[in-house]
């Protein structure tokens, strides 16, 4: 039981490149997330997922968009990288919706220079 | 707004020292409080939860209650171990995750 991977570990990028962040969940979880760590900040809600087939913005949505390809898989897509966009993501997955224990992948360090 | 206020770090204990990491947050209603602990190059784990008030989570030693006149949810352990080196977060759930900035614990031997 994997639980929740991310691909890739870690990914340097120029300023305008585009990326896709990958997650999928092996817990049959109907809710997936995407948060963003930044120093002094803890984790801040970029995009969720409360089912297949919907998505939702979080705290800080701008500059990124999701694809919930079904129900185990959530991406994330950087359009065109900026350099405040350097941060470490982190995929989670939760059963029944936010008030449920969430579980995390072990999390894709971006550099964006 | 909704809002969690965690005890600043980095936080320096010796080896079976008591350890408290102090937690409020900002909420209408009645959210669900949570510590996550993060060790190095690993993503959040669930530590212990509280879903009502007055509820106590344990976990490893560690304990926490809520205390909803207090509006806290504060993190101890009587004796911390090398082993509990590691970020510390606090975080509710009321519709949306909204978690701590962290707390960064080191213990020495």
């Known amino acids: 039981n994997a639980g929740v991977t991310q691909t890739p570990k870690f990914q340097v990028l120029k300023t305008g490149q585009s990326m896709t962040l990958q997650c999928a969940q092996d817990?049959?979880?109907?809710?997936m997330y995407w948060y963003r760590q930044d120093p002094g900040m803890g984790l801040r809600l970029i995009y969720y997922s409360a089912s297949e087939g919907t998505t939702d913005k979080g705290e800080v949505p701008n500059g990124y968009n999701v694809s919930r390809l079904n129900k185990r898989e959530f991406s994330l897509r950087l359009e065109s990288a900026a350099p405040s966009q350097t941060s470490v993501y982190f995929c989670?997955?939760?059963?029944?919706?936010?008030?449920?224990?969430?579980?995390f992948g072990p999390g894709t360090r971006l550099l964006v220079l | 707004g909704n809002s969690v206020t965690q005890m600043e770090g980095p936080v320096t204990l010796s080896e079976e020292a008591f350890l408290t990491i102090n937690c409020t947050y900002t909420?209408?209603?009645?959210?669900?409080l949570f510590w996550y602990v993060q060790y190095p190059g690993e993503g959040l784990q669930l530590l212990l939860k509280a879903t009502k008030a007055d509820d106590k989570g344990s976990n490893k030693g560690f304990e926490a209650t809520y205390r909803k006149e207090t509006t806290s949810f504060h993190l101890e352990k009587g004796s911390v171990q090398v082993s509990d080196s590691a970020v510390y977060f606090c975080?509710?759930?009321?519709?949306?995750?909204?978690f701590g900035a962290g707390t960064r614990l080191t213990v020495k031997p």
């Open positions: 909420a209408t209603g009645y959210p669900s």
């Open positions: 817990m049959n979880h109907n809710s």
């Open positions: 975080a509710y759930n009321n519709n949306d995750m909204r």
């Open positions: 989670a997955s939760s059963d029944q919706g936010v008030g449920e224990t969430q579980y």
